[in-house]
């Protein structure tokens, strides 16, 4: 049971270039999310999921895309990657909206 | 604007010592959740409450609704307690979360 995983852990891109970032669960949560966080600032909401097919925007989505074609997996996407992108971003997942939030490792993204 | 303010934003203590953290919240909430993270970057879920009180070990959360305001408390504080804790809210409509800045707590031995 390897809970929340991410993948990768670490990751430099340079301006413009695209890349997603991997999560996934086994524990069959049908909530999952995705999460930057700064220095000084506390974590912030990206986007959503409620269920497999189902996305939703959370507090700063603009620059990200997201998609959930699998329960166990949630994807997120930079299409042109931009100096404000980097950061450090989570992935968790929950089994409704009241459950207890299970968080991936993290993701460290240098946006050059 | 920050939904969310946490105190105090550092905090260091000696071991053994009771420990309080605070969370105070301008939006209205369907729940309030408290985070651990570790130095290494982990986020541990420690409590999901929406009213009263609950325990867990030396850790013990309350809140109280109509005055907007949690706290955290870690009893015989110990050095592996150090951590940033983090304090998070559920809006009471759609499913936004936002979250304190943390708390850096150190316990020194």
């Known amino acids: 049971n390897a809970g929340v995983t991410q993948t990768p852990k670490f990751r430099v891109l340079k301006t413009g270039q695209s890349m997603t970032l991997l999560c996934a669960q086994d524990?069959?949560?049908?909530?999952m999310y995705w999460y930057r966080q700064d220095p000084g600032m506390g974590l912030r909401l990206i986007h959503y999921s409620v269920g497999e097919g189902t996305t939703a925007k959370g507090e700063v989505p603009d620059g990200y895309n997201v998609s959930r074609l699998k329960k166990q997996n949630f994807l997120l996407g930079l299409e042109s990657a931009a100096p404000s992108q980097t950061s450090v971003y989570f992935c968790?997942?929950?089994?409704?909206?009241?459950?207890?939030?299970?968080f991936g490792p993290g993701t460290r993204l240098l946006v050059l | 604007k920050n939904e969310v303010e946490q105190s105090p934003q550092n905090l260091t203590a000696q071991e053994g010592e009771f420990i309080t953290i605070n969370c105070s919240y301008s939006?209205?909430?369907?729940?309030l959740h408290w985070l651990q993270q570790h130095p290494g970057g982990g986020i541990v879920s420690l409590f999901m409450l929406s009213s009263g009180k609950k325990k867990h070990g030396r850790l013990i959360a309350t809140i109280n609704i109509q005055e907007k305001h949690s706290s955290l408390h870690i009893t015989a504080s110990h050095p592996r307690d150090s951590a940033v804790y983090i304090c998070?809210?559920?809006?009471?409509?759609?499913?936004?979360?936002?979250f304190g800045t943390g708390t850096s707590l150190t316990v020194i031995p």
């Open positions: 939006v209205g909430i369907s729940a």
């Open positions: 998070a809210v559920k809006r009471d409509t759609g499913n936004q979360f936002y």
């Open positions: 524990m069959n949560h049908e909530y």
């Open positions: 968790a997942s929950s089994y409704g909206a009241f459950g207890t939030q299970y």
